[in-house]
């Protein structure tokens, strides 16, 4: 799938955070009619579910709040206020969960499958943080995107 405009790479960070701001861009892009139709059928699911988990939010009020407006950063305030603000130990150890899903752990065999479907065998993906960049055009091998923590 080309880059869609408006969608951050999952490596880019608002604040200490990894992947925060492309859900928030998702949920953005969704309700602008802007997000492929390939997008939709894992909003507020997947990495999603894995990000508002870790911060204790529900999807919905996250959502919700969201198309309120403001910056990523005031929607990022607005969880801490509601859960509590994560230490920069948990911070780091989400980051490096989540650029390593995929990776030699139980959802191995989906990201092979996954590859496959997307048409980008031989390229290096070893993560699903890989797969969505190598799909949307960027290149993390290239660009030694987890540098940037």
Known sequence: MPAVPGLRSCYDKTDRLVYFGRMLDKIRLHAAGRLPADYHGNLGKGFDARC???????????????????????????????????????????????????????????????????????????????LNEYDEGRDPVATQAWTKL
């Open 52 to 130: 508002c988990g870790f911060l204790g939010i529900d999807y919905a009020a996250l959502q919700a709040r969201t198309l309120q407006g403001g910056t990523d950063a005031e929607i990022l305030a607005w969880c801490h206020e509601r859960s509590g603000t994560r230490t920069d130990d948990q911070c780091l150890q989400w980051n490096l969960f989540l650029m390593k899903r995929g990776w030699r752990d139980d959802v191995s065999a989906t990201l092979r499958e996954r590859v496959v479907q997307y048409g980008l065998t031989g390229k290096p993906i070893e993560t699903f943080f890989d």
